[in-house]
């Protein structure tokens, strides 16, 4: 049915569904086609909405969660029953351990035949299962609820602490119909999504007084902080207190990587020394050794402990979930961080200078440690000399979106290439998940309509490759730079059996990426030198044509697992 039964004054449950999301103002769909929604992705698109079609769920609902993160308006994935929701239920549950939101919406087989487990088509329970991995999860069964159900999806999604939510639309509910004008009327616009949250006045003083008080006081800064769009406030308040700041990899740019408060050239030198750290917008999990110190790094990593904490946060449960949290201030980051700067006068005093000077010596020593390496020319490249020249086109291309993921090609770009603007860094997250590369590059070029670079491993890249047929379909200005040194990790391994397998972190020798993107009507270019390199990115993004560099890397530059080696069993127990 379609929506020429308005003639005769009905509307059906694909219209609805269609109308519900216009109504809030949601634009675009990421899926895949296939029963039962193929002709919700057909009238979707003939209504007016963006329909980006994918080759797999899974690239498809990173693309919305990543829609979400840079948006602040939930991503929608559309998939089909069982298999598909499966395959998008990975981008979910990452969505939701991000705090990125978005909307899961699929289809799903008749629940007459699927509860009493006849063996329908793709038949699963898929409410229950989508449940536990995300943050709501919704199913609505007849047309007139439509509107509720979209609402609800919207405002779980949105409010609070951003996550995924599931929508479960069984096939029979798109063909029902109802009388137009009642349908019309069922449809809610949602307002105020995501209410402020205004912090409490005295949660607001005492992490002034807190902060008053420190002698080596740190700023981190999360990727709650990107995803809040507080950027001049949070800026401010860094520059008028003078605090030295970190910023988490996804919160990079939110000030320029350049500016002399940035402590991130001393991370290992900060985190252990400073006395009051506040965070905003981060959780001290993993990627903060708990709030711990020596769980990462390997052995030579200092343990934290003299810490006091102050935690922006808009979820109230946070605090205290690995460590005493001194201050912790619950409320939005933009209301939070806005109350905070007008607790502090003109007569707020600097850090003390021993603290900054003694950051500003190591951060100093490391940049020039850094440069040296940089200068190295090896033949083949490696990873630092690749990076120097991808570094160089982002210094001169600052608005252009940067997407990364792999072990050590993830590793190396966070701490060479800096980020000059908020939101441009799109990375593996709270999971270290690989995967995330295809459809954070489709996501991004969509709904930004900047260019994308997307700094991949050869490994990473695998997860999502077939998308360059997708990048190729939509044009998108999406370059591809796969640091390729054969394998996992590299392409050193032996395989000690004696049989002729290769070890199982190898790849096919000397693979030409490059060649995927040709298949498709793309560029595709072998660098083998950082000159190659630079031409080849300059002139993908002079062009704006869908480009994959096939940037060839010593296969025994990478090391195991880049900087987290100490998280592989057999290491981790070593350092015990
Ligand atoms: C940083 N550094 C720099 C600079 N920036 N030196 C010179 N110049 C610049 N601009 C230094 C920094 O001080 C550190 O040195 C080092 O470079 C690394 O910095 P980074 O990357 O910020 O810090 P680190 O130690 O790697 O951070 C830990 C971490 C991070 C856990 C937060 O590794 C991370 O985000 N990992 C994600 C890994 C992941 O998810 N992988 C996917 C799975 S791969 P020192 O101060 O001397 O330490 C499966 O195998
Ligand atoms: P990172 O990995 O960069 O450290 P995390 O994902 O661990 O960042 O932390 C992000 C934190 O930001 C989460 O605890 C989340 O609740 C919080 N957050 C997300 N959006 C907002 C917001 N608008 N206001 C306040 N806190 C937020
Ligand atoms: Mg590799």
Known sequence: MTRDTQADGQIDGFHLVIDALKLNDIDTIFGLPGIPITDLTRMAQAEG????????????????????????????????SAPGFLNGLTALTNATTNCFPMILISGSSEREVVDLQQGDYEEMDQLAIAKPLCKAAFRVLNAEDI?????????????????????????????????????????????DAAPRQIPAPDAVQRALDLLKGAKKPLIILGKG???????????????????????MSMAKGILPDTHEQSA?????????????????????????????????????????????????????????????????????????????????????????????????????????KMAETLKKNPSPMNFHSALAVVRDVFKANPETIMVNEGANALDFTRSIVDMYLPRKRLDVGTWGIMGIGMGFAVAAAVVTK???????GDSAFGFSGMEVETICRYNLPVCVVIMNNNGVYGGMDVNKSGSADV????????????????????????????QELANAMNEALKSGKPTLINAVIDEAAGTESGRITSLNPQTAAKNK
């Open 49 to 80: 909405m963006r329909v980006i079609s994918f080759r797999h769920e899974q690239n498809a609902g990173n693309a919305a969660a990543i829609a979400g993160f840079l948006t602040q308006k939930p991503g929608i994935c559309l998939t089909v």
């Open 147 to 191: 509107g509720v159900g979209i609402a609800r999806a919207i405002r779980s999604a949105v409010s609070g602490r951003p996550g995924g939510v599931y929508l479960d639309l069984p096939a029979k509910l798109f063909a029902q119909t109802m009388d137009a004008a009642a349908g019309k009327a069922s449809l809610i616009k949602v307002v």
């Open 225 to 247: 902080a990107a995803y809040a769009q507080a950027d001049a406030d949070i800026r401010a308040l860094i520059e008028k207190t003078g605090i030295p700041y970190l910023p």
């Open 264 to 368: 991130a050239a001393a991370r290992s030198f900060v985190l252990p020394e400073a006395d009051v750290v506040m965070l905003i917008g981060a959780r001290l999990n993993w990627l903060l050794s708990h709030g711990k110190g020596k769980t990462w790094g390997g052995k030579d990593h200092k343990a934290w402990g003299n810490q006091k904490y102050v935690q922006i946060d808009i979820s109230p449960t946070e605090a205290d979930s690995n460590v005493a949290i001194d201050a912790p201030v619950v409320g939005d980051i933009g209301s939070c961080v806005s109350a905070l700067l007008s607790g502090i006068g003109s007569n707020w005093a600097k850090p003390p200078s021993d603290w900054l000077g003694a950051i500003a010596e190591r951060r100093t020593k490391n940049i020039a």
């Open 450 to 456: 900047k260019p994308v670079i997307a700094i991949e």
């Open 503 to 530: 070890a199982p972190t190898v790849f096919v020798k000397g693979a030409r990426y490059d060649k995927m993107m040709e298949a498709f009507g793309g560029v595709g270019v072998n660098a083998t030198t950082p």
